[in-house]
């Protein structure tokens, strides 16, 4: 098997011409045909193996590709010269799709068109292959355009690569993309294109190291940011938009989890950007949920003068705020956060720093214990004084419970002996969140209003609709929420 390691950006069509002039360099164009294979029941892809057969120069070419080998940018490749049209069943026995096919047959899914134009680039002691492929996607009479730069390093560090693409975004809109065209081909050919992303699991084992775990973790969390802005800037609706700012919150959160690996200074920079991401989609995704729930629920069947001004001006209010986040996820700022996120998590600092290589060497089941008790603690010690909180405070314990939530969900992987307490630990650190987030929301309510509109007698109006139910049932049920975590019982211990 052949290890590649590469960076994949989509590349607006007019601006290939412009990335190409940049790449500086021994050059050649080549024509790459190919058609993806599948069992019946898609086998392969549900096992996330790619399997094609490429005419192309040097020949025809069976490959198989593995979706992740230990990295979002390094894949596993079994690649074996063939002669027939059709995949050659004795080369795919050399390779893990033999256990993944048990005499089935293998039928085309889709197929490619790709002209790729080749660039030899030598940065210092490092060489990279930067290939820019244009062409089409074919399942039945479906088309999809591609147009794709791939840099893949050949030689020298992989540090080399994020400079590279660094040097190109700065003069062509770049964006970093984790979805193959294996990937896309199979969603244009089942027509899936349109299903709301979601976050993949990082395959943690118990013996994994503390920087394993990081970049596995990191790796799926940005794989999951890439796809939801991605599915925001073709169809932006509500789903998509929850997606992309968790995503962004969960990296966020990666970073405090791992935090012994995470102060550098490129770690500080990562964690604004996320932030800034992150709140460019917070009145959005308000407006979503106080217009799709509480609106909705508090709003039905009651009558008040200016009801119809009010969804008119809340209507109004929505596609403004969309406006604004199709803004920043289209802005290079945004573009720049997904790259720097690969950076970070593939060659910065912490990956080489010999003052950190105990802890990202050290057994990320250990680091783990240590970890999930610390939130614990954090969030038990905060919930003694709920009686004293104010909303900003309920909110801030809310944000604590949040991390050690996510930290749960990451890290039980790494404790397959307590399946069940996980899951209950997991679903105890949910529950706190949903009890507080209703506290907040209905504290952020009358806010959210006077952002919908600054008419007095209307906004007053609308607040009695919607502030009409009992704080002390929403308290009761985060108090009984926090009791219920705090005594959970550990399944790290």
Same mark, same amino acid.
């Given at each position: 098997?052949?290890?590649?390691?590469?960076?994949?950006?989509?590349?607006?069509?007019?601006?290939?011409?412009?990335?190409?002039?940049?790449?500086?360099?021994?050059?050649?164009?080549?024509?790459?045909?190919?058609?993806?294979?599948?069992?019946?029941?898609?086998?392969?892809?549900?096992?996330?193996?790619?399997?094609?057969?490429?005419?192309?120069?040097?020949?025809?070419?069976?490959?198989?590709?593995?979706?992740?080998?230990?990295?979002?940018?390094?894949?596993?490749?079994?690649?074996?010269?063939?002669?027939?049209?059709?995949?050659?069943?004795?080369?795919?026995?050399?390779?893990?799709?033999?256990?993944?096919?048990?005499?089935?047959?293998?039928?085309?899914?889709?197929?490619?068109?790709?002209?790729?134009?080749?660039?030899?680039?030598?940065?210092?002691?490092?060489?990279?292959?930067?290939?820019?492929?244009?062409?089409?996607?074919?399942?039945?009479?479906?088309?999809?355009?591609?147009?794709?730069?791939?840099?893949?390093?050949?030689?020298?560090?992989?540090?080399?690569?994020?400079?590279?693409?660094?040097?190109?975004?700065?003069?062509?809109?770049?964006?970093?993309?984790?979805?193959?065209?294996?990937?896309?081909?199979?969603?244009?050919?089942?027509?899936?294109?349109?299903?709301?992303?979601?976050?993949?699991?990082?395959?943690?084992?118990?013996?994994?190291?503390?920087?394993?775990?990081?970049?596995?973790?990191?790796?799926?969390?940005?794989?999951?940011?890439?796809?939801?802005?991605?599915?925001?800037?073709?169809?932006?609706?509500?789903?998509?938009?929850?997606?992309?700012?968790?995503?962004?919150?969960?990296?966020?959160?990666?970073?405090?989890?791992?935090?012994?690996?995470?102060?550098?200074?490129?770690?500080?920079?990562?964690?604004?950007?996320?932030?800034?991401?992150?709140?460019?989609?917070?009145?959005?995704?308000?407006?979503?949920?106080?217009?799709?729930?509480?609106?909705?629920?508090?709003?039905?069947?009651?009558?008040?003068?200016?009801?119809?001004?009010?969804?008119?001006?809340?209507? *109004?209010?929505?596609?403004? /705020?969309?406006?604004?986040? $199709? @803004? &920043?996820? !289209?802005?290079?700022? %945004?573009?720049?956060? +997904?790259?720097?996120?690969?950076?970070?998590?593939?060659?910065?600092?912490?990956?080489?720093?010999?003052?950190?290589?105990?802890?990202?060497?050290?057994?990320?089941?250990?680091?783990?214990?240590?970890?999930?008790?610390?939130?614990?603690?954090?969030?038990?010690?905060?919930?003694?004084?709920?009686?004293?909180?104010?909303?900003?405070?309920?909110?801030?314990?809310?944000?604590?419970?949040?991390?050690?939530?996510?930290?749960?969900?990451?890290?039980?992987?790494?404790?397959? *002996?307590?399946?069940?307490? /996980?899951?209950?630990?997991? $679903? @105890? &650190?949910? !529950?706190?969140?949903? %009890?507080?987030?209703? +506290?907040?929301?209905?504290?952020?309510?009358?806010?959210?209003?006077?952002?919908?509109?600054?008419?007095?007698?209307?906004?007053?109006?609308?607040?009695?609709?919607?502030?009409?139910?009992?704080?002390?049932?929403?308290?009761?049920?985060?108090?009984?929420?926090?009791?219920?975590?705090?005594?959970?019982?550990?399944?790290?211990?």
């Amino acid at each position: 098997m052949d290890r590649e390691i590469e960076l994949k950006f989509l590349i607006p069509p007019e601006a290939a011409g412009e990335a190409l002039a940049l790449l500086k360099g021994e050059g050649a164009v080549r024509q790459l045909d190919a058609t993806y294979y599948d069992t019946p029941g898609h086998a392969l892809r549900r096992a996330g193996f790619g399997l094609r057969v490429r005419d192309g120069e040097g020949g025809r070419k069976q490959t198989l590709k593995s979706a992740s080998a230990g990295g979002v940018f390094s894949r596993g490749e079994w690649e074996t010269p063939i002669s027939g049209p059709a995949p050659d069943r004795d080369a795919l026995a050399l390779t893990p799709a033999a256990g993944m096919l048990n005499g089935e047959p293998l039928h085309p899914v889709f197929t490619t068109r790709i002209e790729r134009t080749v660039r030899l680039v030598r940065i210092g002691e490092a060489e990279i292959e930067a290939a820019l492929d244009r062409g089409e996607l074919h399942a039945g009479s479906l088309r999809a355009a591609v147009c794709e730069l791939e840099l893949e390093l050949k030689a020298g560090q992989p540090a080399a690569l994020f400079d590279l693409g660094r040097q190109l975004s700065q003069r062509v809109p770049l964006r970093l993309s984790l979805s193959s065209k294996a990937e896309r081909g199979y969603g244009l050919a089942l027509g899936d294109r349109a299903a709301p992303p979601r976050r993949q699991s990082a395959g943690l084992t118990p013996h994994a190291s503390v920087g394993e775990a990081l970049q596995a973790l990191g790796r799926v969390d940005l794989a999951h940011l890439c796809a939801a802005l991605e599915a925001l800037r073709d169809h932006p609706d509500p789903e998509d938009l929850h997606q992309a700012r968790v995503a962004a919150r969960r990296l966020r959160a990666l970073l405090k989890i791992f935090k012994p690996l995470a102060q550098d200074e490129a770690a500080q920079r990562l964690d604004a950007a996320l932030d800034w991401l992150a709140a460019e989609f917070d009145t959005a995704r308000d407006l979503d949920v106080f217009a799709g729930e509480v609106w909705e629920r508090a709003a039905s069947g009651a009558a008040f003068s200016g009801r119809d001004a009010f969804e008119r001006a809340l209507k *109004a209010a929505r596609a403004n /705020a969309y406006l604004k986040l $199709e @803004a &920043a996820v !289209a802005s290079p700022r %945004a573009r720049d956060v +997904l790259l720097e996120t690969a950076a970070w998590l593939e060659a910065g600092a912490w990956t080489t720093d010999p003052a950190l290589r105990k802890v990202r060497e050290g057994r990320a089941v250990a680091f783990a214990g240590k970890a999930l008790e610390h939130r614990l603690r954090q969030v038990a010690t905060r919930a003694q004084d709920f009686e004293d909180l104010d909303a900003h405070g309920r909110h801030r314990l809310r944000l604590k419970g949040k991390i050690l939530r996510y930290a749960a969900e990451d890290l039980s992987p790494l404790f397959p *002996a307590h399946p069940k307490r /996980a899951r209950r630990f997991v $679903e @105890a &650190a949910r !529950a706190v969140q949903d %009890a507080l987030g209703a +506290l907040n929301d209905r504290a952020v309510r009358r806010d959210l209003i006077r952002q919908v509109t600054p008419d007095e007698a209307l906004a007053h109006a609308a607040e009695r609709v919607t502030l009409g139910d009992d704080e002390s049932e929403l308290l009761s049920a985060a108090r009984a929420a926090l009791s219920d975590l705090v005594g959970a019982k550990r399944f790290w211990s």
